[in-house]
């Protein structure tokens, strides 16, 4: 359906890779994945012909119909919520906007009888393929596919630049979900999507019958949905049949294989070198010799698979604190309306925090999650109630406010140079390294940073300072699954208390022992781990 064939691209003159390839076939689920910069958002670009390869070609099948959702959804004006995703349908859209220009002519007193004629075949025509294309059905699921997304029925008709840019991009996926394309291509496409429509839209994907073509950094949403992945790393493009666990494991038997095959090969061309050197001044041996340079001058060379790079996080001693870290009493919280009013955002929440727990906050998208974090770390006062902190209780914490307060002007190192003063200059290198900002690049301004390296240079202090209690809200938004993981085996060597909000499931699932859900301005404790509460939720 769709075929990569010999791409090579360049990017500032380097390149990107070369003479790589790999099909798209019909109904195929594929998951592209790599570390950030190896350029696969580059090949979606490429495939709806926004970029041009330097070499090679891509060709598609004749008819195929391919929808793109990117992170970069352009303007939305002038049409209401429901209408602008009505309008992704091309097709239906144009047919529509067809049939009602009909209307309009045979309304038309002065029309020519033979130009009637004339109109009404084009309109039977059109409004045959109309129908076969499902437009009278378009409005019922285009309202379906915007509920599932969280955009519910009172907010169908709202203008759309009414909306933030986190709901807008929701408005653009579900105009993607709606065009009924042969293949979707799909770049991040969970990214600000609370849990309840990130499982929505990975049954409406599980389900969908053309092809998918998608990045993501959820592991447990490209488990759920891929049937092949194709990796894109350090200038190479490797297919395997499977999910991503498969993946995972394949690519551990690849490496070690390769090591092993290395390691004969390395072993055998010691052994000629050694004799070649042993036996080159003897006249007896000069045919022998001759023979063997020639054999190992021949020989192609294993490459030795590079392992990516990854956050190194060591973690600093920190001090014991109190047994009880927090205790919520009657807590209450509501932020100020436009109009002076209160909007309350939860009330009535008891919980106790001991030491070392570990617990996962959720619920729904506007439910407090952030709120009570806020509460807990002193970032907003509550309206009513209490959160008392324990005695030696030293808190970090890491949310939205964090990144947006970060000194715009300020260089990756003097960041965190001003978080830990203390430290020397080549620590700071050391530290700055492991998380990826290697030479120069700690001379970076904030400003040009991306999203996953501003959290990265947060998580640089955040984790090297011994605060015994870190909150953190979502910390993985904008890291790769590499780094994700790297950030997981950090946390679960980590000995001080946890309370973090993600709607990444495997990192919940791996790393929680409590669950605290704020759920109609109370919270509901469940005294187990994220895969307890998930099985306590499927038996209500």
């Not at 995703?85 to 020519?112: F, I, S, T, W």
């Not at 927090?326 to 909007?343: E, F, H, P």
């Not at 946390?491 to 790393?511: A, C, N, P, Q």
Request: proline share 3%; charged share 25%.
């Amino acid at each position: 359906m769709i075929n990569i064939s010999n791409i090579t691209k360049y990017a500032g003159g380097i390149p990107l890779y070369e003479d790589v390839g790999f099909q798209i076939n019909p109904g195929e689920k594929v998951g592209l994945v790599g570390p950030n910069g190896a350029g696969k958002t580059t090949f979606f670009r490429m495939i709806v012909g926004e970029e041009l390869p330097d070499k090679g070609a891509i060709s598609i099948q004749n008819g195929v119909k391919i929808a793109y959702f990117s992170q970069n959804v352009g303007e939305m004006k002038g049409r209401s919520a429901l209408a602008e995703v009505m309008a992704g349908d091309h097709r239906v859209a144009q047919l529509a906007a067809n049939l009602k220009q009909y209307e309009e002519r045979l309304c038309d007193p002065e029309l020519d009888p033979d130009e009637m004629t004339r109109v009404l075949e084009r309109m039977g025509e059109d409004q045959t393929e109309y129908e076969k294309l499902g437009g009278f059905d378009c409005e019922t699921s285009a309202e379906v596919i915007l509920t599932g997304l969280g955009i519910g029925p009172s907010e169908h008709d709202k203008p759309v630049e009414d909306f933030s840019s986190g709901w807008k991009m929701r408005i653009a996926l579900a105009r993607v979900l709606i065009a009924k394309p042969d293949c979707i291509l799909m770049d991040e496409p969970t990214n600000y999507l609370d849990m309840e429509t990130i499982l929505w839209l990975e049954e409406w994907l599980r389900t969908f019958k053309g092809a998918i073509l998608m990045t993501t950094h959820d592991r447990d949403f490209m488990n759920r949905v891929v049937n092949k992945i194709i990796e894109v790393a350090q200038g190479i493009v490797t297919s395997f049949s499977g999910n991503y666990d498969f993946y995972e494991q394949e690519k551990a038997i690849r490496r070690r294989n390769n090591e092993a095959e290395f390691n004969r090969q390395q072993s055998m061309i010691r052994k000629e070198e050694d004799f070649i050197a042993r036996f080159k001044a003897r006249a007896s041996h000069a045919a022998q010799v001759q023979s063997r340079v020639k054999m190992v001058e021949k020989i192609e060379r294993v490459e030795l698979m590079v392992d990516e790079d990854e956050i190194c996080i060591e973690l600093p001693e920190i001090s014991r604190g109190g047994n009880d870290v927090a205790i919520v009493k009657n807590l209450a919280k509501s932020w100020k309306n436009s109009d002076g009013s209160d909007k309350p955002v939860f009330s009535g929440l008891n919980a106790v925090i001991h030491r070392q727990n570990r617990i996962a906050i959720v619920g729904v998208n506007g439910a407090g999650k952030s709120t009570f974090l806020k509460v807990l770390c002193a970032q907003t006062a509550p309206t009513s109630g209490e959160m008392l902190i324990g005695p030696s209780i030293s808190i970090g914490y890491f949310g939205q406010s964090t990144v947006e307060s970060l000194d715009e002007n300020a260089t990756v190192f003097g960041v965190v140079q001003s978080k830990l003063p203390k430290a020397s200059d080549g620590t700071l290198r050391n530290l700055l390294a492991g998380f990826l900002f290697r030479g120069d690049e700690v001379f970076k301004k904030i400003k040009v940073l991306s999203g996953g390296e501003k959290t990265r240079v947060i998580l640089a202090y955040l984790l090297s300072a011994p605060y015994n209690c870190l909150v953190l809200d979502e910390p993985t938004n904008h890291l790769d699954i590499t780094s994700r993981k790297v950030l997981l085996n950090a946390l679960k060597r980590y000995e001080g208390t946890l309370l973090l909000v993600s709607h990444d499931r495997f990192f919940l699932r791996e790393i929680t022992s409590r669950v605290f859900e704020v759920d109609r301005g109370e919270i509901k404790v469940y005294e187990g781990n994220y895969g307890y509460y998930l099985e306590c939720k499927s038996m209500v």
